[in-house]
């Protein structure tokens, strides 16, 4: 059997058009499947919604979360829900073309275990929000060491590569980089982004900017060696300005350099500020982890399947 899973937050617009989408598609087709709906705390009638369609349509399970903890703990939720062999994550609103999921399905039946979705074109964004997201990207690539380059949330996993990530004790998972960390035979299929039909995207540029350094921190430490590079950065001006300093003072003709030592002062204060900070942030994510707190909590449950 085939789960789809679909994280689903503020769509009551989209969420019955997709539905009705997926499940034509799916009955087209020969596959047996399931529809995993989780309602990430949605502040609309979202859930009312699924509530109304489930009734009609028995390949939907869903559950609700108590508020809302973000798309990543919602397609965990979904993973650990599901029932089948194979797991599509595909967003509630339309953007990841359905149709693909029949290609990622023959994927896995020709035995690989994860199949990536790729954009193509990323649909109409804003110029400045395709240079972050490429800024991104780039990074994460860097960091992780895997070409993150246009990856998506859309993806087919294999049963087993869905228990090893639930087992893996992390709360933050980067869910885009964690199906490429654990290897496997892997593939991926080429899509277009398609365009919102309704409602609107959830990202505002503060959020991704959080989102950006929130997943950079959780899969790389690489921005703590940034401070030790400037310390050494830092420490050969120092060599070199004290040895001027030092020939200067034998000289005897030091300057006064009260301009030096005041630029110097807030130059270094701000870096060792910002070292601290760094440095804080990631105490404050081994708080998080440390605290153990479930990535979700589950406070509404349709399963059809067991009537
Ligand atoms: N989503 C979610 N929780 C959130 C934000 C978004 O479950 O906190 C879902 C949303 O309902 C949609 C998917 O994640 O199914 C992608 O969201 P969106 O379209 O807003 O993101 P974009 O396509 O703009 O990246
Ligand atoms: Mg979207």
Same mark, same amino acid.
Not at 5 to 17: G, L, T, V
Not at 69 to 91: M, N, P, Q, R, W
Not at 126 to 155: E, H, P, V, W
């Given at each position: 059997?085939?789960?789809?899973?679909?994280?689903?937050?503020?769509?009551?617009?989209?969420?019955?058009?997709?539905?009705?989408?997926?499940?034509?598609?799916?009955?087209?087709?020969?596959?047996?499947?399931?529809?995993?709906?989780?309602?990430?705390?949605?502040?609309?009638?979202?859930?009312?919604?699924?509530?109304?369609?489930?009734?009609?349509?028995?390949?939907?399970?869903?559950?609700?979360?108590?508020?809302?903890?973000?798309?990543?703990?919602?397609?965990?939720?979904?993973?650990?829900?599901?029932?089948?062999?194979?797991?599509?994550?595909?967003?509630?609103?339309?953007?990841?073309?359905?149709?693909?999921?029949?290609?990622?399905?023959?994927?896995?039946?020709?035995?690989?275990?994860?199949?990536?979705?790729?954009?193509?074109?990323?649909?109409?964004?804003?110029?400045?929000?395709?240079?972050?997201?490429?800024?991104?990207?780039?990074?994460?690539?860097?960091?992780?060491?895997?070409?993150?380059?246009?990856?998506?949330?859309?993806?087919?996993?294999?049963?087993?590569?869905?228990?090893?990530?639930?087992?893996?004790?992390?709360?933050?998972?980067?869910?885009?980089?964690?199906?490429?960390?654990?290897?496997?035979?892997?593939?991926?299929?080429?899509?277009?982004?398609?365009?919102? @039909?309704? %409602?609107?995207?959830?990202?505002? /540029?503060?959020? *991704? +900017?959080? &989102?950006? #350094?929130?997943? !950079?921190?959780?899969?790389?430490?690489?921005?703590?060696?940034?401070?030790?590079?400037?310390?050494?950065?830092?420490?050969?001006?120092?060599?070199?300005?004290?040895?001027?300093?030092?020939?200067?003072?034998?000289?005897?003709?030091?300057?006064?350099?009260?301009?030096?030592?005041?630029?110097?002062?807030? @130059?270094? %204060?701000?870096?060792?500020?910002? /070292?601290?900070? *760094? +440095?804080? &942030?990631? #105490?404050?994510? !081994?708080?998080?982890?440390?605290?153990?707190?479930?990535?979700?909590?589950?406070?509404?449950?349709?399963?059809?399947?067991?009537?």
């Amino acid at each position: 059997m085939l789960s789809i899973i679909i994280p689903i937050y503020n769509e009551e617009k989209m969420i019955s058009i997709s539905i009705d989408v997926i499940t034509k598609l799916m009955d087209s087709s020969t596959i047996e499947y399931e529809l995993v709906l989780v309602n990430d705390g949605s502040k609309d009638r979202s859930w009312e919604t699924i509530k109304s369609l489930s009734e009609h349509n028995e390949h939907i399970r869903a559950i609700s979360f108590s508020r809302n903890f973000g798309k990543e703990s919602a397609i965990i939720a979904g993973l650990s829900y599901s029932k089948g062999d194979a797991c599509v994550t595909i967003d509630a609103d339309l953007q990841h073309p359905p149709e693909k999921i029949i290609e990622m399905y023959d994927l896995w039946k020709q035995g690989y275990k994860v199949v990536e979705g790729i954009k193509l074109s990323r649909g109409h964004e804003n110029f400045l929000y395709k240079c972050f997201a490429k800024t991104f990207y780039r990074i994460i690539s860097r960091a992780t060491g895997f070409d993150m380059q246009n990856t998506s949330d859309f993806k087919l996993l294999d049963r087993e590569v869905v228990d090893i990530i639930l087992n893996m004790p992390e709360k933050r998972m980067f869910f885009r980089a964690i199906s490429a960390w654990v290897g496997f035979k892997s593939t991926h299929v080429e899509y277009n982004v398609q365009e919102r @039909i309704e %409602g609107v995207s959830k990202w505002s /540029a503060l959020s *991704l +900017i959080k &989102y950006a #350094i929130n997943n !950079i921190t959780s899969f790389s430490s690489a921005p703590l060696q940034l401070v030790t590079l400037a310390g050494i950065i830092y420490l050969i001006f120092a060599i070199a300005l004290s040895v001027q300093t030092l020939v200067g003072f034998f000289e005897n003709n030091s300057v006064e350099g009260f301009t030096t030592v005041i630029l110097l002062q807030l @130059i270094t %204060g701000s870096i060792l500020m910002l /070292a601290i900070g *760094l +440095i804080g &942030y990631y #105490i404050s994510k !081994i708080f998080e982890e440390v605290k153990s707190r479930p990535k979700y909590i589950v406070e509404g449950e349709i399963d059809n399947s067991i009537n």
